[in-house]
């Protein structure tokens, strides 16, 4: 195989890097140890954090992406469909695709067919589904089957803690592992034998999707603001420390930036950017690349149009700041303008930036659907809950009706977007004890 | 007086002018006009012919910013700069590729936003601030806890939720109120009444929330600490002492959306069926029509300026230290 | 019979003990004044007493019985007419604590609709003549007047006239000046005294200044880390308090003082801390081996006199030892370090567009003095007179709109970016507030090196640990972090990092007015000491007379960004010659001279953006003439070292 790196896979690896560095060689200040050691005490912020990890690992699955080996050349052919290590993973998913819709753990199609009958009768019946062409065996049987897996899992992992001693108090998160844990188990030993969450229009397994969107979700809640978010931090705190005409000019600049509506903003700028792609088809050698440019050019586009906020409080912040004594003290030495933002401005900043950071994640998942709505989301062909909403409502009209895409994708999105929110406050707590009531 | 609105005047007009080099940079720049008539006139039909006569009947055939062609005034004012953003400013915003005038449609689609959108939005308004002292009353109590984790809950549902579902159960399953539609006059309570419950709902959550926490904050001054002091009940430092401070914030919040509800609600229209400017927004974006989003653009601009002017005049209305020094 | 009286009041916050068994009575008329520093659980007694405790704190046991009845037994809504209605509070701050968004007038008719019978019609009146018992002229006008129109001193005053519209029998005074300048300090004193004789009130006035105490109690109460220590009737407790603390809080005051000010080493315990013996034996130069094993008692010393002290319950005296002052003065030098002349500055009150005309705000405007080696200078003024401003002209972190500033010569404001950095290791500052004065989030070696490496100086850890010795850290500071520290150690820190670059000058702004008594005498103690040792002048910007009076050589007085008097520091303190001069020493709560009046300035202080014409006092004047409205005074000579801007004084 051959692997492919998009640039938002190493720009979300960057990140994933970048973070772990920077809690490994966290500047001993008692501070940041502080607030995490506050959030860490914070039941909501454990579990919450463990279910956003959960998230976030089946999204870095998702980001290792390689072309498969074709299996019947004799030279090494490479496919040219990108897969991703998720893929691999979820390969119990992908194995039976159906005609077209099928009902959560049906054993037959939502619509009815010309079925040959073993006696060569032509009826019009609900089909048998691939994945039931094989003797299936009763939901119960595998649900109890999981269970145990999951029970027999849990019982290995405390044995091997106790040969090692290690010491281990049960926690909220430890509670939240055992919880995930049961529920993969059960996940993996109904997957190769029912659709669990049904089948789309096109026949492909719904939680399948489900699972491939939170990749999308996470990108555009996370890159969105980090992409920006040295503009509005250099910028927010410079106009904030010098004051004068460089404050006029990036208040200018932001004031012009909020003035037009930022969906109105977001679709020009997407329009202009799918006409660029349709007149330079050159430049993208694969689907896989195209839909990652433009998902990367949604998340710039959207920061944007967000990042205005977030410079507006930096440099409010900063005006406060600067009057300071310490700065003043720092002032009265010949410290450098520049030294004196990174030693003094910005550490005091920091938190505001991190709270902000993570109270923009949820917002922005939610924005992901209503811009696919809208049509100027990510790509048609990508996977994304936006996407899967916008392709099931329209079934909310048929009869009987069609709830299964639609009810997966919301309470997925709903799910990321709690523990995100719930998790923001926490966070919130932790690092700004004071600030709110 | 007059020179406070001079001067806001003088302030609007660079930012305007920024918008319009920003849109008209991302329109004619990025792209050229070719590029568009090659994408509206899809690949099958692109002949060099075909592209002039595109760019002829819509204007595209001028220079950007100057035309050499003329040496009068014109060869500044017949180019597309001039036409194409620098007219907007008159509120003169051509036509539509469909041909029919902006100006007008804006006018005509105006009325329907607005029957959704000031209900929501005072509707809204009241529903938020009465749950927020609700839960500010109660504070500390399980009543606000349960408050506080709902609201979060409320806030983590995406908006298309509410529609899909609230179209969904009270009109397709109830058969309660029109699933979709609009219509004139008095009959329009009909069609008005399922897209402002839910989009009050919608915005329940994070409402709530944002209230509470400047209620909270409110609570918090010595100025409380002084009304109790002086033995007044729990009650009435809430609505007398608390609501009056917090209401500034709040209010000068809300004054800034206000120009904008003319501009509609893209989400509630389009599924909801309403001829109003949310649903012009998507419909021209769908069908790619860069004169229309260009003129909303403007619009959009142009009141929010007068949104951040009104929040100066309401700031100064509700706080007496803005007002009399 | 005791109109008041809290008997073993206990009130927790978690594991903290905010107060621990407080008993105190009140008679009608009369004023007990609740004494000590900050976190002693004075304010929260008084909270206590009202129920009006923060949410997360509450009273664990005790009564406070108001003319008999248990107030604390009492149901919320009968609280709530004893709230305003019995017992009316004033809070510090005067800023804060009215509703900036209802007139005054609204907020006083709402405690008269709470607490009395009277028809609602009277009720504009009554709020009137209120507002006139409590000096406010023109009182109709100001009903209809917004917090925010009012000076400081005026806002306490409506405080005062809303909190007697309930008639109370208790007024609970919650540091009512401490927010105010000495002046209005002064004026509403008086304001509180003449009313609470008026109207036989009970007072409990909680406050941290010695001299308050003297002018306003009948009762003194002293509280440490939430427990009374000592009680006594005023003249016998100003004439021999008999507490180890109290005596020491009396070595540490500056007044006219000729010993050195006595340090109390280390600073107030944590309010967790669990006490096994007496909770001052720590800090106590007394303390033997009983005080750190049992509480000690409360010993009877006399009528109403009683101390909670070991040795005093085995009937021996407690003296606090006292060093004399150094007699070792340094010698001033003969050549000035620091010569500043006709200083200004002026900033444009707001931007305005294209005009040319800009008002502008004077906060200095024309100074000059003079300023020799290990000398020190007092700068000492009301709020907004200036002195903070001149500070940072003079290290040039503010423009100067005019003239000169000298270090050692070099004019500073010709100075090339490049060669002002090399000057600026020559002048420092030490600041007000020790809490915004140190970045939270460096440690300590790296905040006193900053300046060190900024000015391209060596480091040398050697170096820093004298450093540290020399203002009394220990040399493990160097690793900790700001907020592991108490705020007088702060101070120390602060004055370290000045230090650290070896400076000629050091500007000193206010930098013990946030400190608590005994603090502030170690930092005092400390900058004396350092001045002999390392020849440092000092320009001392404050607003304590007694401070500057103890510390400075010379004594400048600044009245709206100018320099009114300035002279020696026995010329000025004894001798002064400006009305205004005159009024500041008057108005300082006096240890000695009781509650004798004295006259005091009535208006408020002038805005610098508005000054008035001619002499900027002549307002305030006593003394004013005709010519004072119309000419600023020319400088008058008093003496080679003394001189004056009045003309009262003038030769002609």
Redesign the interface.
């Known amino acids: 195989m051959m692997p492919v790196v998009l640039w938002t896979d190493a720009l979300i690896y960057l990140l994933v890097i970048s973070m772990a560095l920077m809690l490994y060689f966290q500047p001993a200040d008692g501070q940041l140890r502080e607030a995490l050691r506050r959030l860490y005490q914070n039941k909501m912020g454990i579990i919450t954090g463990w279910i956003l990890l959960m998230f976030t690992l089946l999204a870095l699955l998702d980001s290792l992406h390689y072309r498969p080996v074709l299996p019947d050349s004799p030279t090494p052919q490479y496919s040219i469909e990108v897969m991703s290590a998720l893929d691999a993973v979820l390969q119990p998913l992908r194995a039976h695709n159906e005609k077209t819709y099928s009902a959560p753990l049906a054993q037959h199609l939502y619509v009815k067919e010309n079925v040959t009958l073993a006696n060569g009768l032509v009826v019009r019946d609900y089909p048998r589904l691939n994945i039931a062409q094989t003797p299936q065996p009763e939901v119960s049987v595998l649900l109890l089957r999981g269970t145990s897996w999951g029970m027999a899992a849990i019982l290995l992992i405390w044995l091997v803690m106790r040969l090692f001693h290690v010491r281990h108090t049960m926690g909220a998160g430890s509670w939240v592992l055992i919880i995930v844990l049961l529920g993969t188990m059960l996940l993996i030993s109904l997957a190769g034998h029912y659709h669990i969450l049904g089948t789309d229009k096109v026949g492909q397994d719904v939680l399948y999707s489900t699972l491939k969107s939170i990749r999308t979700g996470l990108l555009i809640g996370t890159l969105t603001t980090l992409i920006m978010l040295p503009f509005a931090v250099l910028m927010g705190i410079s106009a904030g420390y010098f004051g004068g005409w460089l404050d006029d000019v990036i208040q200018y600049i932001y004031t012009t930036l909020n003035a037009i509506p930022s969906v109105l903003l977001i679709a020009a700028a997407v329009l202009m950017m799918q006409v660029y792609i349709e007149t330079h088809p050159a430049l993208f050698d694969s689907s896989a690349a195209r839909t990652d440019f433009r998902l990367l050019f949604l998340c710039i586009i959207i920061g944007v149009t967000n990042w205005t906020g977030l410079c507006r409080l930096l440099r409010g912040e900063t005006l406060k700041l600067r009057e300071l004594d310490y700065v003043q003290a720092a002032r009265a030495f010949a410290v450098s303008d520049m030294r004196i933002m990174l030693r003094h401005i910005l550490p005091n900043l920091f938190h505001l930036i991190l709270i902000s950071v993570v109270m923009d994640f949820s917002g922005l998942v939610l924005a992901e659907a209503v811009l696919s709505y809208v049509g100027v989301g990510v790509d048609p062909a990508m996977q994304s809950w936006g996407n899967m909403i916008n392709a099931a409502r329209l079934e909310m009209a048929r009869e009987p009706v069609v709830w299964w895409p639609l009810v997966a994708a919301f309470s997925f999105m709903f799910t990321l977007v709690l523990a995100a929110n719930l998790f923001a406050d926490s966070v919130r707590d932790a690092f700004d004890p004071k600030g709110h009531a | 007086m007059m020179a406070y609105l001079l ?1 806001r005047l003088r302030d609007a007009i ?3 002018l ?2 319009n080099l ?2 008209f940079t ?2 004619f720049v ?2 050229t006009p070719d ?2 008539a ?2 509206h006139l899809g690949a099958k039909h692109v002949t060099p012919q075909a592209v002039a006569q595109w760019k002829t009947e819509h204007g595209y055939d001028l220079p950007l910013f100057y035309n050499s062609a003329h040496t009068d005034i014109d060869s500044v004012t017949d180019t597309i700069f001039f036409n194409k953003s620098l007219r907007m400013f008159a509120l003169d915003f051509g036509a539509a590729d469909d041909g029919r005038d902006i100006a007008n449609e804006i006018k005509t689609r105006a009325g329907p936003s607005l029957a959704i959108a000031v209900p929501v939005f005072i509707l809204g308004l009241l529903v938020n601030i009465s749950f927020a002292l609700m839960m500010v009353f109660f504070r ?1 109590t399980y009543l606000d806890g349960l408050g506080v984790v709902l609201a ?2 409320l ?7 509410y529609i ?1 579902a609230g ?2 159960f009270i009109a ?1 399953l109830w058969h309660w109120l029109p699933i979709s539609g609009f219509a004139t006059g008095i009959d329009a309570w009909r069609f008005v009444l399922l897209p402002v419950l839910i989009s009050v709902v919608g915005g329940i959550g994070s409402g709530t929330r944002w209230y509470r ?1 400047i209620f ?2 409110e ?5 409380v ?9 729990e009650s009435r430092i809430l609505f ?2 608390v609501l ?2 917090g209401m ?1 914030p709040i209010l000068t919040g809300a004054v800034v959306v206000l120009p ?1 509800l003319f ?1 509609g609600s ?2 509630t229209e389009s599924f909801f069926g309403i001829p109003g400017l949310g649903s012009y ?2 419909d021209a ?2 069908a ?1 029509d ?1 004169a229309i ?2 003129a ?2 403007f619009i ?2 142009v009141l ?2 007068v949104g951040l002017w009104l929040t100066d005049i309401a700031y100064s209305w ?4 803005v007002r ?2 | 019979m005791s109109v008041l009286s809290v008997e073993q009041l206990h009130t927790r916050l978690g594991k903290l003990h905010l107060v621990d068994g407080v008993s105190l009575h009140i008679n009608a008329g009369e004023t007990f004044a609740l004494l000590g520093e900050s976190g002693c659980g004075k304010s929260m007694t008084a909270l206590s007493i009202m129920r009006l405790l923060p949410e997360v704190a509450h009273i664990s046991s005790g009564q406070v019985m108001l003319q008999g009845e248990d107030i604390l037994q009492l149901p919320e809504s009968a609280m709530r007419k004893v709230r305003g209605g019995k017992i009316g509070m004033i809070f510090q701050e005067p800023m804060t604590s009215l509703n900036p968004v209802l007139t005054v007038g609204e907020q006083i008719t709402e405690t008269l609709r709470r607490h009395t019978d009277t028809p609602t019609k009277t009720h504009h009146q009554q709020a009137a003549d209120l507002l006139s018992a409590v000096g406010i002229p023109d009182a109709v006008r100001r009903l209809g007047d917004y917090p925010f129109q009012l000076s400081g001193g005026m806002k306490q005053r409506v405080m005062i006239a809303m909190t007697l519209a309930g008639n109370p029998e208790v007024l609970i005074a919650d540091e009512p000046t401490t927010a105010l300048d000495v002046t209005i300090q002064a004026q509403v004193l008086r304001l509180l005294r003449e009313i609470q004789q008026q109207r036989g009130m009970a007072m409990l006035l909680i406050t941290h200044d010695l001299g308050v105490v003297s002018e306003m109690a009948h009762q003194v109460g002293v509280m440490y880390a939430g427990e009374l220590v000592e009680v006594a009737p005023r003249d016998a407790f100003f004439t021999q308090p008999a507490h180890p603390y109290s005596q020491k809080l009396f070595a540490a005051l500056p007044q006219r003082n000729l010993n050195k000010l006595a340090n109390i080493t280390g600073s107030v315990p944590a309010l967790d801390t669990v006490f096994v013996g007496c909770r001052f034996a720590s800090r106590c130069d007394s303390a033997f081996a009983l005080c750190h094993e049992r509480p000690p008692e409360w010993t009877t010393l006399g009528q109403g006199h009683r101390a909670r002290c070991h040795l005093l319950a085995q009937a021996q005296s407690v003296t606090v030892t006292l060093t004399p002052a150094l007699n070792t003065v340094a010698a001033i030098g003969s050549e000035a370090v620091l010569v500043v002349d006709d200083l200004r500055v002026h900033y444009p009150l707001k931007r305005v567009w294209l005009s040319s005309h800009t008002p502008m705000l004077k906060a200095v405007d024309g100074v000059s003095f003079s300023l020799h080696g290990a000398e020190t200078l007092a700068l000492v003024g009301e709020s907004g007179c200036g002195k903070t401003t001149i500070g940072k002209a003079i290290l040039q972190l503010q423009h100067a709109t005019a003239g000169r500033v000298l270090l050692d010569g070099v004019d500073l404001a010709a100075l090339t970016p490049r060669a002002l950095r090399q000057q600026r290791a020559y002048m420092q500052m030490i600041f007000q507030d020790p809490y915004s004065s140190l970045n939270p989030h460096l440690r300590v070696q790296v905040i006193l090196t900053e300046g060190m490496q900024a000015l391209g100086m060596k480091v040398d850890m050697a170096d820093l640990r004298y450093l540290l010795a020399q203002v009394g850290l220990p040399d493990d500071a160097l690793t900790r972090y700001p907020h592991e520290f108490s705020g007088g150690q702060r101070q120390r820190i602060a004055i370290a990092r000045a230090l650290a670059v070896r400076p000629k000058l050091i500007i000193c702004d206010e930098p013990t007015s946030a400190l608590d008594v005994s603090v502030q005498a170690q930092i005092i103690n400390l900058l004396k000491d350092l001045q002999i040792k390392l020849k440092v002048s000092y320009l001392f910007i404050t607003h304590n007379l007694p401070v500057a009076d103890y510390l400075a050589h010379r004594i400048a007085v600044m009245y709206l960004g100018r320099i009114v008097e300035i002279g020696r520091n026995d010329e000025i303190m004894q001798h002064a010659a400006h009305p205004y001069t005159l009024a500041l020493l008057a108005a300082v709560p006096s240890l000695t001279r009781g509650q004798g009046d004295v006259r005091l300035l009535s208006n408020e202080i002038a805005s610098a953006a508005h000054p008035p014409t001619g002499c900027h006092f002549h307002p305030r004047c006593p003394q004013a003439m005709a010519i004072c409205r119309q000419q600023y005074p020319r400088m008058t000579q008093i003496s080679p070292t003394h001189f004056v801007h009045c003309h009262l004084l003038s030769p002609q």
Do not use: C
């Open positions: 001067r660079p930012i305007l920024g918008v920003l849109t991302l329109f990025v792209n590029d568009m090659h994408m500390h979060v809950v806030m983590s549902i995406s908006g298309l939720f899909i179209q969904f397709k926490s909270l904050a609570i918090g001054k010595d100025y600490r002084t009304a109790r002091a002086k033995g007044l009940s007398r002492h009056q401070n500034i904008l501009m893209l989400l927004v998507i974006i769908q790619q860069f989003v260009r909303m653009v959009g601009a929010y300026l509700a706080d007496p230290r009399l020094s």
